[in-house]
């Protein structure tokens, strides 16, 4: 192998070995940018998630349902006995007849869930159009889930007899997740309980 031979035979190398470093770089600059690309779609359907919920907190009949809901089989005392809505009184007033003179404290208390309800019913429009998933919301609405699961049938009705077809989808979703079912026991760290101590976490 003569000069000029050798010299085009080691251009050759330098040309491969360069393609193939530009090969791998715009490899790892792909898979580099589609992780990117992922990272940045989960924190826009989280903050979405944020959003939403921050919306359905502030609208005022909204969130005084969610707080119905919050203080519903608890006795708030007498200062505020008036304003308390019990579990019975709250089934009786939902499964009124169309045809009932509501007062106007039932009736303020059907707006409240009317409206609750209906963003239960975008939150689950949301979710199956991908806006964002349900675990981003699960964990907030997982108590206001197993105080409806006691009394679903009314709930479930209510939201249909107002056309909020979606709700009960949204509660489905609970029943077949396993998150819920966990005992406190199984969200804490392991405990030695040692009588008259008290519990010190360890693992």
């Known amino acids: 192998m003569n000069l000029p031979q050798e010299i085009q035979f080691f251009s050759w190398i330098a040309a491969a070995a360069g393609a193939i470093v530009t090969a791998v770089l715009a490899i790892i600059n792909f898979r580099n940018s589609i992780r990117e690309r992922r990272l940045d779609l989960r924190w826009k359907m989280a903050n979405a998630a944020r959003v939403f919920v921050q919306e359905t907190h502030s609208d005022k009949r909204a969130n005084d349902a969610i707080s119905i809901l919050d203080w519903l089989d608890m006795d708030r005392g007498a200062e505020t006995e008036s304003e308390h809505v019990k579990r019975s009184e709250l089934v009786r007033i939902m499964n009124a007849?169309?045809?009932?003179?509501?007062?106007?404290?039932?009736?303020?208390?059907?707006?409240?869930?009317?409206?609750?309800?209906?963003?239960?019913?975008?939150?689950?429009?949301?979710?199956?159009?991908?806006?964002?998933?349900?675990?981003?919301?699960k964990y907030i609405f997982l108590s206001y889930y197993e105080t409806v699961a006691r009394d679903r049938g009314t709930f479930d009705k209510f939201a249909a007899d107002r056309r909020y077809l979606l709700a009960p989808e949204f509660w489905k979703r609970f029943d077949t997740d396993d998150f819920w079912k966990m005992s406190a026991s199984d969200l804490l760290p392991s405990a030695s309980i040692v009588p008259g101590s008290t519990s010190v976490p360890h693992g």
């Open 97 to 137: 007849p169309a045809d009932h003179t509501f007062s106007h404290r039932e009736h303020y208390v059907l707006q409240c869930f009317d409206w609750l309800f209906y963003y239960i019913d975008r939150m689950e429009q949301n979710i199956q159009d991908g806006l964002f998933p349900f675990d981003s919301v």
